[in-house]
């Protein structure tokens, strides 16, 4: 089986690598944007034109929250027609295309868990771009993955677990967001979640949450990770409501995952305890 990943050098593709170790079978090709720039349509297409692939992995994205507020033409770009233009070739080479897209298509105003039947409604640039790009590959194509997920970390790329790790080092006190609630990812985990949907050969297309379970703030999340560190007692902690910033966030963006469980007989780790085997891959 061949699949190409878009965005091989980010977060999630490193860790599609990493886990794939237990997955020979499987032939993985990592792209990186100056290998395939998803945002060059004719580039797409004389990519796809002598090559064969059963699944497309999308992981190239724009993911700078802050900065999209900005550049918001650069984060369509990328998230909007990057996406389209795969879709619509997937859909001509008769490829099944798996995309990652975000809690923040949601506006937050929920108290429970979305479900994929919620309807989305993004408060920012970078989760209005996420949105069109869903939006596009549904017109585009029927054989599609949509996978939601939320506050990715892991042991690659720049997230919040490494930023405070990284804290840790030279700083005495940790200024944490408490007035946002979702549930941090394991992106090893998310990753493992989408080699099984290969596997698996399913035909059952769709959107698809993916998250660990639970939820948690900001605060509780850095905690933890300060916790598992053993540095717990070097450390003050600092709740803060807000911090200055220019995109809006959703206050609760917790995803509803029985779809997958129903699916795909899947049941996400909790995130604490999932956050725990982090200690093992450093």
């Known amino acids: 089986m061949k699949v190409l990943i878009t965005g091989g050098n980010g977060q999630l593709g490193q860790c599609i690598n990493f886990v794939n170790n237990d997955y020979p079978e499987l032939e993985l090709y990592f792209t990186n944007s100056k290998e395939l720039d998803i945002t060059d349509k004719e580039l797409v297409y004389s990519f796809f034109r002598n090559k064969s692939f059963d699944y497309v992995i999308n992981c ?122 979702g549930t941090p990812t394991n992106a090893n985990d998310l990753a493992e979640f989408i080699i099984a949907i290969v596997k698996s050969g399913s035909s059952q297309y769709g959107v698809y949450h993916y998250s660990n379970q639970g939820q948690a703030t900001w605060y509780d999340f850095g905690k933890d990770i300060v916790r598992l560190s053993g540095k717990e007692n070097m450390i003050r902690f600092k709740k803060i409501d807000n911090y200055p910033t220019f995109a809006e966030r959703p206050k609760y963006s917790v995803l509803d995952k029985t779809k997958i469980t129903d699916v795909f007989e899947i049941r996400p780790m909790e995130w604490r305890s999932s956050l725990k085997k982090m200690n093992f891959l450093f």
């Open 60 to 181: 190239a994205a724009y993911t700078n929250v802050e900065q999209a507020e900005k550049e918001p033409k650069k984060a369509f770009l990328v998230n909007a027609e990057g996406a389209k233009n795969l879709a619509e070739v997937c859909k001509e080479y008769k490829v099944i295309l798996i995309h990652i897209s975000t809690d923040y298509v949601f506006d937050g105003k929920k108290h429970t868990p979305y479900t994929e039947d919620d309807v989305p409604n993004p408060i920012n640039e970078y989760g209005k771009s996420k949105l069109l790009g869903e939006q596009y590959i549904r017109e585009a194509m029927d054989e599609y993955f949509i996978i939601r997920t939320s506050w990715l970390y892991s042991q690659f790329g720049h997230n919040f677990y490494k930023t405070i790790l990284k804290k840790l080092k030279i700083e005495k006190e940790l200024t944490i967001v408490s007035s946002e609630m």
